[in-house]
């Protein structure tokens, strides 16, 4: 079985910045992309940014120039560096990734169980 656990969240005000982490353990043949979603109250879920094995990454457009992701294979890791926080950042914030378990297996989609960032005003 495999694990996504997200860390970091918080309260911060209006310019702040968090630091999210999201750590993959169980049962890992390997990682193919790794991204962060995020959820606010009667929004759909969106994607705010993804990275490839390659490193090569992707994100909205409304965190461009403020949030940078990352990813450090050796601890199956990848984060999310958010600067410059706005109130409309505030929702839940998801990690996910594709990962194979097995050589014998394909790759399948694993979720985190969230982490709330709030930004107040």
């Known amino acids: 079985q495999v694990q996504l656990v997200e860390s970091g969240g918080g309260l911060v005000q209006t310019g702040g910045s968090l630091r999210l982490s999201c750590v993959a353990s169980g049962s890992i043949f390997a990682i193919n992309i790794m991204g962060w979603y995020r959820q606010a109250p009667g929004k759909q879920r969106e994607l705010v940014a993804a990275?490839?094995?390659?490193?090569?990454?992707n994100y909205a457009d409304s965190v461009k120039g403020r949030f940078t992701i990352s990813r450090d294979n050796a601890k199956n890791t990848v984060y999310l560096q958010m600067n410059s926080l706005k109130p409309e950042d505030t929702a839940v914030y998801y990690c996910?990734?594709?990962?194979?378990?097995?050589?014998?297996?394909?790759?399948?989609?694993?979720w985190g169980q969230g982490t709330q960032v709030t930004v107040s005003a």
């Open positions: 996910s990734a594709e990962i194979r378990s097995s050589p014998r297996l394909s790759y399948s989609r694993a």
């Open positions: 990275i490839g094995s390659g490193d090569s990454s």
